[in-house]
């Protein structure tokens, strides 16, 4: 899988499966093999699609069908996860007996809503989001068999002018160009260089507003998901529209 375009690698282990699983393979998506006929368009932009299941039967094959199908250039790994094990490839660890989990410190502004969409819409549907006082981020972490995010120190959190969601984008290796002008705004939002995007001193504002309207953090988050989908939508196509006013047109 390293050879040529990074694919994006797709988890399609039936969800009892995975579940009971504490092991994926690194930097990949996770998604319900049965729903592909639904996700498959959702995708977000890449040249090639790899899907793995346990062992490359049924579930990855029937999956990269369904994505073929639907126009898309889809391969199943041959083995699935146990072959990439035994090969020694690299590995991400998740709870077992859950999905993915997520802890971060409380009171989310900015990086910490952005990387839980990012994560919820593009990486797994399914994931748990926790937040925390700063000092437990940690402690929680490993108590909860969660990974932390957005504290020093940790692999996704901040490196030189990057922000966390950059670390995510990195992580996953997500490539649409629509996220990558996403991540411009939430870096110039997050770190106070509004000049980084035109959009970024509107962000910090929606986001600020938020947390100062929500005292619930998950609640926070319920409402931040809606403006990142928006932000989102606006990156990938809507913006050659132009709003103003034109008084002839409306008698």
């Known amino acids: 899988m390293s050879a040529g375009a990074t694919p994006i690698v797709i988890d399609v282990r039936p969800r009892p499966a995975f579940l009971e699983a504490d092991t994926m393979i690194c930097g990949v998506l996770r998604r319900e093999p049965k729903e592909a006929h639904a996700w498959a368009k959702s995708l977000p932009g890449a040249s090639s ?13 029937e999956a990269a069908a369904t994505l073929n199908a639907a126009g898309l250039s889809a391969r199943y790994l041959e083995g699935g996860l146990e072959a990439w094990k035994a090969g020694g490839g690299a ?42 006082p700063p000092k437990e981020v940690l402690g929680v972490a490993k108590r ?25 984008i990195r992580h996953f290796r997500l490539t649409d160009p629509a996220l990558k002008e996403l991540a411009v705004i939430v870096r ?13 001193a509107g962000l910090a504002a929606i986001s600020l507003g938020l947390s100062r309207n929500f005292s ?9 998901m809606v403006t990142y989908d928006a932000l989102y939508t606006w990156c990938r196509e809507g913006k050659e529209e132009v709003h103003t006013w034109n008084p002839q047109a409306y008698r």
Do not use: N
């Not at 619930?216 to 931040?224: A, F, S, T, W, Y």
């Open 49 to 61: 699609v790899v899907l793995y299941c346990a062992h490359g039967r049924e579930a990855s094959q």
């Open 91 to 132: 590995l991400d660890h998740k709870p077992r007996g859950a999905s993915t989990r997520w802890v971060t410190r409380e009171r989310p502004k900015i990086d910490r809503i952005a990387c839980p969409w990012l994560v919820a819409r593009f990486v797994d549907p399914g994931a748990e989001f926790l937040y925390v």
């Open 144 to 168: 909860k068999d969660a990974v932390p995010y957005d504290v020093p120190d940790v692999h996704f959190s901040h490196d030189g002018e990057l922000c966390s969601f950059d670390a995510f």
């Open 188 to 200: 110039g939002a997050d770190t106070a260089r509004l000049a980084l995007a035109p959009q970024a």
């Open 216 to 224: 619930d953090d998950h609640e926070m988050l319920r409402h931040g």
